[in-house]
C-alpha cells in the first residue's frame, strides 16, 4: 500500500487534524493545476446535475432511486425528466450507431496516446491540442455517445450531447442543436428564458453567452493562473455572431443557411480557439496532464 500513502506522506497527523486533508488536497491542486481543473469542472458539472435532477423529480409523481443514481452518476446529460420518467419510452439503437460511436471512442485513444506522441518536441502546444482533441473525441463524442446508446437499449430515452456538430448551418444551430446539449439545456432554462423577459431575445442571448464564458473561465484560466477573461470574450463573440447572422443583414447575407452559414459558423467557432484553449492552460494544464496519464 505503500503506493497510496506516498504522495501525502508529507502531511503529518492528517486523522488529528479535521482540516488537514483539504489542505493537502488544495496543496496537490496547486502543484498539478489539471487536478485543480477536473475538480473545478467535476464541482459544476454535479451542481448543475443535482440542480436538473431537482426540476426533473419535482415534475414526476414517482422517481425509482436506481434510476436517480444512473442519472446522477452515469450519465452526462442534463435533461431529467426525459431520463426519470418510467413511462417515456425509447427506441433501441440500430448496430451501425454502435460501431460510430465505438470508432469515434477509438479514434480519441489514438490521438490522445498515439499521434500526441508522434509530434516533434519542439512543438509542445501541437501536441496539446492534438491531446485536447483526442479527449473530446474520448469522452463527449465517443464515451458519451457509447453511454446513450447503453441507455437507450435499456429503455431511456438518453439522446446524445453532441449530435453531429460538423452539420451545423449556422452557428445558432452549433451552439443551441448540436453541440454539448447537456450544458445547453440547463442554460436555456435557468438563464436566457429568465433574462429573455427582462432583456429581451438579444439581450438574454449576450447574457447566456457570457454566463458559459465565465464557467469555462473558471475551469480554464483559474487552473492556468493566466489570460483570465479570454475564454469569456470567446463565447462573447460566439453570442454577438448569433445575433449577427440572426439580423437583417445576416439574413441577406444567407448567414443561417448553405454553404454561407456553414464557414460562417465554422470561422466564427473554430478561428478563436486560443482564446478558449489559450497556451498558458495548453502549456501549464494539458500537458503535465498528458504526462500524468502517460499519452507523453
Known amino acids: 500500500m505503500n503506493f497510496f500513502w506516498e504522495p501525502i506522506s508529507e502531511f503529518s497527523e492528517m486523522t488529528d487534524r479535521p482540516f488537514a ?9 496547486s502543484r498539478q493545476p489539471w487536478i ?25 409523481e414517482r422517481v425509482p432511486v436506481a434510476r ?40 480519441g485513444a489514438a490521438l490522445l496516446w498515439g499521434l500526441a506522441r508522434c509530434v516533434p518536441a519542439a512543438h509542445p502546444l501541437l501536441a496539446g491540442w492534438t491531446g485536447m482533441a483526442g479527449l473530446i473525441f474520448l469522452l463527449h463524442f465517443g464515451t458519451f455517445h457509447l453511454a446513450s446508446l447503453f441507455w437507450r437499449t435499456a429503455g431511456i430515452p438518453a439522446e446524445p450531447i453532441m449530435r453531429m456538430p460538423i452539420a451545423a448551418r449556422s452557428l445558432g444551430e452549433f451552439w443551441s442543436f448540436r453541440w454539448n446539449r447537456g450544458f445547453n439545456d440547463l442554460a436555456h432554462r435557468h438563464v436566457f428564458q429568465p433574462a429573455r423577459r427582462a432583456l429581451g431575445i438579444p439581450g438574454a442571448t449576450l447574457l447566456t453567452f457570457l454566463a458559459s464564458g465565465l464557467v469555462h473561465d473558471l475551469v480554464i484560466s483559474i487552473p492556468a493562473r493566466a489570460d483570465y477573461g479570454l475564454p469569456t470574450l470567446y463565447f462573447l463573440l460566439q453570442g454577438t455572431g448569433v445575433l449577427a447572422e440572426r439580423s437583417p443583414f445576416g439574413r441577406r447575407a444567407g448567414l443561417r443557411r448553405g454553404i454561407r452559414g456553414r464557414l460562417f459558423a465554422l470561422t466564427i467557432a473554430a478561428a478563436p480557439a486560443f482564446w478558449l484553449f489559450h497556451p498558458p492552460f495548453v502549456a501549464r494544464v494539458i500537458l503535465p496532464f498528458m504526462h500524468a496519464i502517460k499519452a507523453l
Open 36 to 60: 485543480l481543473m477536473w475538480a473545478l469542472a467535476a464541482a459544476i458539472f454535479m451542481g448543475c446535475k443535482w440542480l436538473s435532477w431537482r426540476e426533473g423529480a419535482a415534475a414526476l
Open 21 to 29: 486533508f483539504p489542505a493537502a488536497a488544495a496543496t496537490t491542486a
Open 68 to 107: 436517480s443514481f444512473a442519472y446522477l452518476f452515469l450519465w452526462p446529460g442534463m435533461d431529467a425528466k426525459s431520463f426519470l420518467d418510467p413511462g417515456r419510452p425509447s427506441r433501441s439503437p440500430a448496430a451501425s450507431e454502435w460501431l460510430f460511436a465505438a470508432a469515434k471512442t477509438l479514434a
